[in-house]
Nanobody, 126 residues
Framework: QVQLVESGGGTVQPGGSLRLSCAAS????????IGWFRQAPGKEREGVSC????????HYLDAVKGRFTISRDNAKNTAYLQMDSLKPEDTAVYYC???????????????????WGKGTLVTISS
C-alpha cells in the first residue's frame, strides 16, 4: 500500500523551529520528486518546497526562502522540511507529496503528484 505519513507538526512561538518528516511506505521515494505544500484556513493550497529526484535541486516559495530547508534521505525513504524563524503566517496544515514538482524561482509548481500524505498541523502563536 502506497503511503506517505507526515510528522513533526505542533505549536511553536514566532521565531521558533520545527522539523517535519515525511515517511514513505509501499514505494521507493528515491524515484520521485518530493514536494511540501501547505494550506492555511480559508486559503488555497500552495507549494512550499520541492526537491528533485534526479539531482537534488531544490525550489522554494519566496515567502520561505532562507528559512525553510528541504532534504531527503533515500536510504530511510524519508523526506524532511526544516523550518526556522517561523512566523504566524506559516500557520497551516503541511502536506508532503511524491510525484512531479518544480519551481520558477518564486513559486513551487505542482506538475502532478502521485501520492499525498494526510497532513500535519503547524501553528505559530505566542
Amino acid at each position: 500500500q502506497v503511503q506517505l505519513v507526515e510528522s513533526g507538526g505542533g505549536t511553536v512561538q514566532p521565531g521558533g523551529s520545527l522539523r517535519l518528516s515525511c515517511a514513505a511506505s509501499g514505494f521507493r521515494l528515491r524515484y520521485y520528486a518530493i514536494g511540501w505544500f501547505r494550506q492555511a484556513p480559508g486559503k488555497e493550497r500552495e507549494g512550499v518546497s520541492c526537491i528533485s529526484s534526479v539531482d537534488g535541486r531544490t525550489h522554494y516559495l519566496d515567502a520561505v526562502k532562507g528559512r525553510f530547508t528541504i532534504s531527503r534521505d533515500n536510504a530511510k525513504n524519508t523526506a524532511y522540511l526544516q523550518m526556522d524563524s517561523l512566523k504566524p503566517e506559516d500557520t497551516a496544515v503541511y502536506y508532503c507529496a511524491a510525484g512531479g514538482c518544480g519551481g520558477d524561482g518564486h513559486e513551487v509548481i505542482d506538475y502532478g503528484m502521485d501520492a499525498w500524505g494526510k497532513g500535519t498541523l503547524v501553528t505559530i502563536s505566542s
